[in-house]
């Protein structure tokens, strides 16, 4: 059995369950689930429509690296999202089955364990992901804290730094002088960024879209992206987590190596769900219907949060991230027990690190139910953080 096996932690919803077992909820009221981001949007019907349009592609085997029309229009839509230079499709875009199995497999391939030295600088709060990927590559994991700068971290050893904007849970998003920073600490310490954008098409204010990692480093003049590859998925973008369909982009000889290891890994995208996400990656219509939604809950619910509870409006996402007058797993515990309501605690998302766990006296909510569900799911919560 691989010993690195016994490095990983348990995961957030596995914490949630052992947290909530034994635990009765309130069966006056209905049940609303806000802890899981899983997209609850329809699928657009051009998605579904291109999707069952190809099925004949069932018969046969897809390529690692997919079809030249899927890579094309991913660099096209790259092209137009992030006023980039033309990319060249063959060389700067992968498809990937999800982002989640391109992240974890992404530092398998760049991690260099022989020095026993290898570090992995992850944010914190953030995607376990990073951290499980970092551990079964043989690496040790390095946690940046919320507000910490990136000068605050020993880069020493550092081979990869996972970087989420807008970030999971908080919602920020990285800046351009933040990105000027980190490609200087980069430069200067030689590891590679992997910039996990899966979050990059939900933002509220039409006339600033987030600033992408590629984007930044072509406006601070650093052709090729040396050392930087990013990460995105139709699963938030388009609703359509269940076609497990993204891309990775970036450095060509980052991407060379890493579809050599697709390559074994047996990882390649089925041809009826590329056709499908060729439709989902050239049309914007449904993306900015699908913000309006989102953007319609923020609307209903900002206002219903009162002290004790304290939050703001994201940057960018659809999470959240709300400040509790207690123990972040007592008052989740509580919530669904007194209430019905299931949330993450703040502190299972986070490591206590540099003196502190970012995460604690926080709830992460994903507001992915119907409106009406949110705006009840929010109200229930003041009501307990009142009677506290």
Same mark, same amino acid.
């Given at each position: 059995m691989n010993p690195l096996l016994g490095r990983l932690q348990p995961y957030p919803f596995e914490k949630l369950r052992a947290l909530v077992a034994g635990v009765t909820p309130n069966p006056a009221l209905r049940p609303i689930n !806000?802890?899981? @981001?899983? +997209?609850?949007?329809?699928?657009? *019907?051009?998605?579904?429509?291109? $999707? #069952?349009?190809?099925?004949? @592609? !069932? %018969? @046969?085997?897809?390529? /690692?690296?997919?079809?030249?029309? =899927?890579?094309?229009?991913?660099?096209?839509? $790259?092209?137009?999202?992030?006023?980039?230079?033309?990319?060249?499709?063959?060389?700067?875009?992968?498809? &990937?089955?999800?982002?989640?199995?391109? =992240?974890?497999?992404?530092?398998? /391939?760049?991690?260099?364990?022989s020095g026993g030295e290898a570090r992995v600088a992850c944010p914190n709060p953030f995607y376990q992901i990073y951290e499980g990927a970092a551990l079964l590559a043989g690496a040790q994991p390095v946690y940046l804290n919320d507000g910490m700068t990136f000068e605050a971290l020993d880069w020493r050893g550092v081979q990869l730094a996972y970087v989420c904007s807008p970030g999971n849970p908080t919602g920020r998003v990285l800046r351009l002088d933040d990105w000027q920073r980190l490609f200087e600490l980069s430069d200067r310490h030689d590891f590679v960024i992997a910039a996990d954008e899966c979050y990059s098409e939900l933002y509220y204010d039409e006339s600033r879209p987030p600033l992408g990692a590629l984007q930044a480093a072509q406006r601070l003049g650093r052709a090729g992206f040396r050392r930087l590859v990013c990460f995105s998925s139709l699963s938030k973008r388009s609703n359509a987590p269940g076609m497990r369909s993204g891309f990775v982009a970036g450095d060509a000889a980052l991407l060379q190596r890493f579809l050599l290891y697709r390559t074994y890994h047996g990882s390649a995208m089925s041809l009826p769900v590329q056709q499908a996400s060729i439709a989902a990656w050239g049309?914007? #219509?449904? &993306?900015?219907?699908?913000?309006?939604?989102?953007?319609?809950?923020?609307? #209903?619910? !900002?206002? $219903?949060?009162?002290? +004790?509870? *304290?939050? %703001?409006? +994201?940057?960018?996402?659809?999470?959240?991230? =709300?400040? /509790?007058?207690?123990?972040?797993? /007592?008052?989740?515990?509580?919530?669904?027990?007194?209430?019905?309501?299931? &949330?993450?605690? @703040?502190?299972?998302?986070?490591r206590d690190a540099h003196g502190a766990n970012p995460g604690r006296n926080h709830l992460r909510l994903a507001l992915v139910a119907p409106l009406a569900e949110c705006v009840e799911a929010v109200q229930r919560i003041g009501q307990l953080a009142r009677g506290l």
């Open positions: !806000l802890s899981i @981001g899983e +997209p609850k949007h329809p699928t657009p *019907a051009l998605i579904k429509s291109a $999707l #069952a349009g190809a099925l004949d @592609g !069932l %018969s @046969g085997y897809p390529a /690692t690296a997919g079809a030249p029309a =899927l890579r094309e229009a991913i660099a096209a839509w $790259l092209v137009r999202r992030h006023a980039l230079p033309a990319l060249d499709a063959a060389t700067q875009v992968l498809p &990937v089955n999800g982002s989640r199995e391109a =992240l974890f497999a992404f530092a398998q /391939t760049v991690i260099d364990p049309d914007e #219509a449904h &993306v900015r219907a699908n913000r309006q939604l989102y953007a319609e809950k923020y609307r #209903a619910v !900002l206002p $219903l949060v009162a002290s +004790p509870l *304290a939050t %703001s409006m +994201p940057d960018g996402g659809f999470y959240l991230w =709300l400040r /509790t007058p207690v123990d972040d797993a /007592t008052f989740a515990r509580e919530l669904q027990r007194q209430y019905n309501v299931l &949330v993450l605690p @703040g502190s299972y998302l986070a």
